[in-house]
């Protein structure tokens, strides 16, 4: 990865960090794979409820590849297992999201998405299976 290192870094000690490309690619998947709490957080405050984002999925599986990226790069045997596997139950969820979503039902009177298992219309109630 040449473009690596020609990245321009103001010096190499930065909040008490020996700055390296590597230790960015690094910093930058612990900040995707923390920032996921507050998107999951903010969505379910919200609602009002517990809610998962797809947002959720996609920060933590950027986040985690980052992070087994570094991991291999630093050839950190438990650090490379820690992010190893977890992006099977995130593509997963990204999927079985996906899948919902398609297989949800509109309304033909406003238009509205409703769960694939409703019978009728949660916004205007109009029957949506015939
Ligand atoms: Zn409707």
């Keep these: 990865m040449d473009w690596l290192a020609n990245l ?21 998947g612990n900040a995707t794979f923390f920032c996921r709490f507050f998107v999951q957080w903010y969505a379910t405050e919200k609602k009002k409820q517990v809610v998962v984002p797809t947002a959720f999925w996609w920060l ?3 986040g985690s590849l980052l992070l087994l990226i ?18 099977i139950p995130y593509v997963r969820n990204l999927i079985i999201h996906r899948r919902h979503k398609e297989a949800q039902l509109t309304c033909p009177a406003c238009g509205v998405h409703s769960p694939p298992s409703a019978n009728y219309c949660a916004s205007c109630g109009a029957k949506l299976v015939l």
């Design 8 to 28: 321009p870094l103001p010096n190499d000690n930065f909040l008490g960090i020996e700055w390296n490309n590597w230790k960015v690619i690094g910093w930058l």
């Design 60 to 62: 933590s599986l950027t």
């Design 70 to 87: 570094y991991s291999l790069r630093k050839r950190d045997s438990v650090f490379i297992f820690a992010y190893a596997f977890t992006w």
